[in-house]
Every structure is written in C-alpha cells, then in structure tokens.
C-alpha cells in the first residue's frame, strides 16, 4: 500500500480503524456521516442508553449506513454497568461469580446478558475483566475481577465468553497484559507491573491462555508499563507487548482494541493524537475514542493524524492497511455470529439473581443476629469511585430493605463529609438507630482508611450492629456481624436485603 495513495482512501482507512463514542440517545449526523465515509465501528455508554427498546432503535438507524457496523459497549455486569446505568445491574459481577465458582452458572449469567444485548442491537461487548487482582489495594479492578486465583479467573474468563458469545455478542478479554497487580488508577496516570517475565507467565497471562483457548477474537489492551516486555512505551503503544507476547506467544490473531485512548496514562505523555498514531503502530487494530471528547472534531483530529502520521513515514501503511483488513474481517464475523446467536429474551431477574444470592457469605455472628425483626437504620459509607464506574448507577442496601420492611430509615456518608466536620457519625448514624437495628454498608472498607475507621467505630458504639461489605472482603471489622455480597450491583442489594430479612437465604462464610 503506497503512502502517496488518494487522500480520500487514506482518509477512509484512518476512519475504520476508530472506535469513537458519541454523546445523545439518537445518533448524530456526524456519526452517520462518518459511518459512510469509512468509520466501521462505534461504542455505547450510559449517556447512550434510556431503555433496551432505545438502544434497539440507535443501533438499527446506525445499521442503516452500514449492515456489518461493529456496535460496542462497555458492559461488564455486576458494578460496570451501561445498559442497566439506571437502574443498577440485575447481574451481580465476576468478583462474586469467581466466589460462587460455578463455571456453568457464570455461563448462564453471560449467555442471559448477551441475548439483552443482541436484542437491543450490540455486537461487541468490552468484556470480561480477565484481570487478575493480586493487588488488594488495586485502585481499578477490585471485584470487576474473578478473583486473585489465576485458575479461578482463567476458567470463569472462558466460561463468561462462552456464554455471551453464545448469544450472539461477541466477547473482549480486557486488559491485556494483565491490570491487576497495579496501585494507580489509568484514567489519570501510568501504572506499572513491575513483575518478571516467569511471574507475569504465572500470574497474568493465565486467563488470556484461557480466552484464546475460548475462542475469544477480540482483546483490549491496557494502560500500563510492563518493564519486563518494554520499559519505554504502555502495553497499548508497545509493539513487543502487542506483536511479541501476545501474537506471537499467545497466538492471538483477533482484534485488538485499546482501552479508550483518551486516559491520562497515554494522553498525558502523548498526548490523544501520539497515542493513537503510536497505537495502531504497534499492533492495536482498533482504537476506543470513548470519552465525552469523542465528538466530531476529535473524530476527525485522530483521522487526520493517522493520514498525517502515513504520509511522513511514522505509520508504515501496510500497517494502518492491515489494521483495516482485522475490523473488517471482525465485522464480517461478528455479524454472522450475532445472526446465529441464541433467540430468547434475557432473563432480567432470573438467573441474575440467582447467582446474587449464591455469592452472599455470612459470618457465624451475622447468622446469629438474623433475620431483623423490626426496620432498621441503615448507613451507606460511599467511596469516590473509579471512572469505570457509573458514578449515577444505584447501589447500596436501604432500597430493598426498605421494601421488606417498611419504615427502614437510611443515612449516606462520604469520606470529604466527615473530614470536614459536615457530617458526625453519632448524630447521623446512632442517634436515628437508637433502640433499633443499625446496619453498616460498605464497599471496599479495607481500601479506604475513613471507612474503615467509620465501621470500627460505628461497630464499637453498636456491638449488635451488622455490616454488609459489598467490595472486597477485609479484615476491618473481624468480630463483627458481616455479610459479604462481592460485588455492588442492584442485584447484590437485593440479595443481601434478602439475607438480612431471611437468614436462611445465605451461607455461611
């Protein structure tokens, strides 16, 4: 392929290899111009989604300019949720899937939310986390993971791509090479995973083995420095990561997708325009422009810097061609696999709950203390969240209980509030449970020192009172009364109401 060739052509090959988001609930003109012009894919985030029926309605008006247009969301179930932004998800996450351990059950839960995503029209769902978080303190994956346990995490990655991928949606096995050892969060600065080659082979890669083995054909690169690999350049800009370690010795001949290439820990040192021409220099196929930056303009800026980046020899052009020819061989597929994807309506409240319920654990003093008998306060400690996670998406346990038990009361509290005085836990939180039961809702108390201190001392004034830890279980609040969910989705509220108003529907941790 010529770098002097047509700018026109040049243009329409910059377009293909962009994934670009888009704000609004109908699709602009832009979009659909560009979609004429070359653009073979898009992406879905909350601030696209009203109703399935909605998104059914979006995508079929984007299929219009082009049949085998790849649709993309970020969807991962459990605490990432977009097409459930609203409401909570109605699927608990892998944290609590990997707890349970049941590889059909997590295939189940996959396979009922492809058909929900099939049906409203997507093609390419940004999961599963195949992550492994052996960094407790891990600032980004936390319970979007199956687990610490390489096996644990390889064999429920592949169960989960089965099963969407069953439904007719296609799966991506994200973030390669593995962004669970990490301590700082990609959307605002540069991790690192300073392991060896050997413990990488042992701790990381295991569960993308296991998506190739699945039949997985999409993978996402991640945001971070494998010193080990390439101690210059992140994963996503890394061609020994990307060609060496993960075609080469992987095997994987997919798509590959980076993570959006407007987080800090690309843009910051690059800026979006030399980290997307850097990207699909070393191998990304298509490059996520996901944020709310991802307008017309930014559309044509990258386009223009990839065309820019050909003709003064930094982007070799059989490379930009090549990249292409992998959309275009990923649409044509994932088109056909979504025709034969399983029929049937996604279970909603079935299966999802289901596995919500199974992942509950209970300490001995919990079990003893249930079921309530009578409305209790509820106090819901809520952490700054990362941007992966929908900062509007609901969560917590008070909305369900207060349906089993009417006149249940609920109090939430952040971190800045009681810092700054604003808020006094005596006042806020004993005072309205005086004579009554207190229940204690956190997530990931063990990460945050303001919380953790909040539930000693709340557990302290109320022996009797009850914490439910819907983050990764810690050992803050060792001689209490825990429940533990795994996971913050509506589905794990419901099921840990369930538990707290019936004892005997958890188990024992």
């Known amino acids: 392929m010529p770098s002097n060739m047509p700018g026109g052509e040049l243009r329409r090959l910059a377009l293909s290899v962009l994934q670009p988001g888009f704000v609004g609930t109908e699709a602009p003109d832009w979009i659909l111009r560009d979609i004429g012009d070359g653009l073979a894919s898009v992406v879905l985030f909350s601030r696209n989604i009203v109703s399935p029926e909605q998104v059914a309605r979006l995508t079929a008006r984007l299929r219009a300019e082009n049949p085998d247009l790849i649709v993309a969301i970020d969807e991962e179930a459990g605490d990432v ?8 998800s109605s699927r608990p996450g892998n944290f609590a899937l990997g707890t349970v351990d049941d590889t059909e059950l997590t295939e189940a839960v996959a396979a009922d939310l492809g058909r929900q995503l099939r049906a409203a029209g997507v093609s390419l769902d940004y999961a599963p ?20 346990d390489p096996d644990v995490v390889s064999r ?5 791509i089965r099963g969407l991928q069953s439904s007719g949606v296609a799966a991506c096995a994200k973030h390669f090479p593995g962004h669970g050892d990490v301590a700082v969060d990609s959307h605002h600065d540069l991790p690192a995973y300073p392991a060896g080659r050997d413990e990488i082979a042992a701790q990381a890669l295991p569960p993308f083995r296991a998506a190739v083995a699945a039949g997985v054909r999409a993978v996402m690169s991640g945001h971070l420095l494998v010193p080990a690999y390439d101690p210059d350049l992140p994963a996503t800009l890394s061609r020994p990561v990307l060609q060496g370690l993960l075609r080469e010795e992987l095997g994987f001949d997919g798509l590959v997708v980076s993570d959006a290439i407007e987080m800090g820990a690309v843009t910051r040192r690059y800026g979006i325009d030399g980290a997307t021409v850097k990207a699909v220099a ?16 930014t559309v044509a800026r990258l386009a223009e810097a990839l065309v820019a980046a050909v ?9 930009l061609a090549g990249a292409a020819d992998r959309v275009r061989e990923f649409a044509r597929w994932s088109a056909g696999l979504r025709a034969a994807g399983a029929a049937g309506e996604a279970a909603g409240d079935g299966i999802g709950h289901v596995a919500a319920r199974r ?9 003893a203390a249930l079921p309530l008998t009578a409305a209790p306060h509820v106090v819901e400690l809520v952490p700054v969240t990362n941007m992966a996670v929908g900062s509007q998406t609901p969560w917590g346990v008070a909305g369900p209980l207060r349906e089993r038990l009417p006149g249940t009361t609920s109090v939430r509290v952040r971190g800045q509030e009681l810092e700054d005085g604003a808020v006094a836990l005596d006042r806020c939180a004993l005072e309205p449970a005086a004579g009554r039961p207190l229940v204690i809702v956190a997530r990931d108390a063990a990460r945050h020192a303001w919380m953790s201190r909040a539930v000693t001392g709340l557990t302290a004034a109320r022996p009797d009172a009850i914490v439910v830890e819907m983050g990764l279980p810690g050992t803050v609040t060792a001689a209490a009364a825990q429940i533990f969910t795994h996971g913050a989705s509506a589905a794990s509220g419901v099921a840990a109401a369930e538990v707290l108003t019936d004892a005997s529907a958890g188990r024992a941790g």
């Open 359 to 367: 992942a509950v654990r209970l300490t001995g003093a919990a079990r």
């Open 81 to 88: 949720t977009r097409i459930e932004s609203a409401t909570g």
């Open 129 to 148: 986390s195949a992550d492994v978080n052996s960094n407790p303190d891990n600032p980004i994956i936390g319970v979007r993971s199956f687990g610490s």
């Open 156 to 160: 429920h990655t592949a169960a989960w």
């Open 282 to 297: 070393a191998g990304v196929d298509a490059v996520c422009v996901g944020g709310e930056s991802a307008d017309e303009a």
């Open 311 to 319: 003709r003064g020899g930094r982007l070799p052009p059989e490379r």
